[in-house]
């Protein structure tokens, strides 16, 4: 058994208002399991089927599309003030399998907003994946590149943002022993009227088998966040892991452990925080699934000076009904400290975001499917400013050919 752990990165937060245009799964080819994952937790909760519109030999055409006509209250605008709004969303997209080792996918999506206080937006969004699959070693490699506009929760508005990013990371069997994972990935992010960041990081997993229902890793990883003009930060991580599944119904999975950062700019320069990402899978019926999360991370923030020490937990379910519909519930709940530079207009600033979710989503004909939506999320900070209670709800129609 190999059950993944999640990685414990220290990449930008960028918690969203808005949910964002849907992200199509992307593996290379080579990569591709053999055959669908049959599991119990898996195989009733998969997405809708889809499709491939053009195929000629090892090169494969798959469109996709988005829209959605939403309603929301409570949405911040750019002086501080909240609005209402009707927003209609279409985001249509390509994805395509550039021989066995090659995949990329491309999305562009506009926002439109009936409120004269907001700002209409087009966001792209760019990913391309490369494998190599061998007996000794697999090697993956990940470009991909945003240019969106979004209600941040750390701005509390409408924030421009580009982003960059790309990975490599490889993995090796050891017998039947030992399992190695590595990674490397840099992302440069730069957002609007605040600082651009260049992080860096790595890390390094060795993951055993210690019965048939329980795994065990080892992990540690080094990281570095280049700030233009600010002094920059480093840390270092020290993790754990292990996966439980005592049954084909009960999934767990928890990575934790320690990080030390070098804050070169706050008064205490060197700070340790606690990791965590666990997750509770555990399906009681056939057609339902229920999961519980709790995580907690450190982030560099986007203001100078500055990181975000967050810590959260979350319940969901999923429940298929008749055979054609899925419900989706979840609840999750954010709380955020900013651990601040000298002088820094973060200093002391904490947050604390309860968020609700549902959705009902039925299949139409082959490779369509209608969803109807709903979501609150209130952030209860010690700022005014970035206080806020919005609702959404509405119709989400998408493709996948």
Same mark, same amino acid.
Request: aromatic share 14%.
């Given at each position: 058994m190999a059950i993944a752990a999640l990685l414990l990165t220290a990449s930008v937060n960028a918690q969203q208002l808005m949910p964002p245009a849907p992200e199509q799964p992307l593996v290379a080819p080579v990569m591709r399991p053999a055959a669908?994952?049959?599991?119990?937790?898996?195989?009733?909760?998969?997405?809708?089927?889809?499709?491939?519109?053009? !195929?000629?030999?090892?090169?494969?055409?798959?469109?996709?599309?988005?829209?959605?006509?939403?309603? *929301?209250? &409570? =949405?911040?605008?750019?002086?501080g003030t909240r609005v209402a709004s009707n927003i209609f969303t279409f985001a249509p997209g390509l994805a395509a399998d550039l021989g066995s080792h090659w995949s990329a996918d491309y999305t562009a999506s506009w926002m439109n907003y009936s409120s004269d206080q907001l700002e209409k937006s087009t966001s792209q969004f760019a990913r391309l994946v490369g494998a190599n699959k061998s007996p000794e070693l697999d090697l993956?490699?990940?470009?991909?590149?945003?240019? !969106?506009?979004?209600?941040?929760?750390?701005?509390?508005?409408?924030?421009?943002?580009?982003?960059? *990013?790309? &990975? =490599?990371s490889a993995d090796h069997n050891f017998g039947n022993v030992m399992h190695y994972h590595g990674t490397v990935s840099m992302t440069a992010t730069d957002t609007q009227n605040l600082t651009s960041t260049r992080d860096w990081e790595t890390q390094?997993?060795?993951?055993?088998?210690?019965?048939?229902?329980?795994?065990?890793?080892?992990?540690?990883?080094?990281?570095?966040?280049?700030?233009?003009?600010?002094?920059?930060?480093?840390?270092?991580?020290?993790l754990g892991s292990i996966g439980w599944r005592p049954t084909d119904k009960i999934q767990l999975s928890l990575d934790g452990g320690w990080q030390n950062w070098h804050l070169l700019s706050?008064?205490?320069?060197?700070?340790?925080?606690?990791?965590?990402?666990?997750t509770l899978a555990w399906l009681p019926f056939d057609q339902t699934k229920i999961s519980i999360t709790e995580s907690r991370t450190v982030t560099t923030s986007f203001s100078a000076d500055s990181v975000t020490d967050s810590n959260s937990w979350g319940v969901s379910l999923g429940q298929r009904l008749l055979g054609k519909l899925l419900l989706n519930l979840a609840y999750n709940q954010i709380s955020t400290k900013y651990v601040a530079g000298v002088g820094s207009t973060l200093a002391g600033r904490s947050d604390d975001v309860k968020m609700f979710r549902s959705s009902l989503a039925v299949q139409l004909y082959k490779y369509w499917s209608l969803a109807a939506t709903y979501q609150s999320s209130k952030n209860s900070s010690n700022d005014a400013f970035y206080r806020y209670n919005a609702t959404q709800y509405g119709l989400e129609l998408s493709a996948s050919f």
């Open positions: 669908p994952d049959t599991s119990p937790l898996a195989a009733n909760f998969q997405d809708f089927p889809t499709g491939e519109l053009v !195929t000629a030999g090892e090169f494969k055409l798959r469109p996709h599309l988005s829209t959605s006509y939403l309603h *929301a209250d &409570g =949405l911040p605008t750019q002086s993956q490699l990940t470009e991909s590149y945003s240019k !969106t506009t979004n209600f941040l929760l750390e701005t509390a508005k409408q924030t421009k943002q580009t982003s960059w *990013a790309n &990975g =490599l390094h997993w060795f993951r055993g088998a210690i019965s048939p229902k329980v795994d065990a890793g080892l992990g540690l990883g080094f990281g570095y966040n280049d700030i233009p003009a600010q002094p920059n930060t480093y840390f270092l991580s020290y706050t008064v205490e320069k060197n700070q340790w925080y606690p990791v965590l990402d666990a």
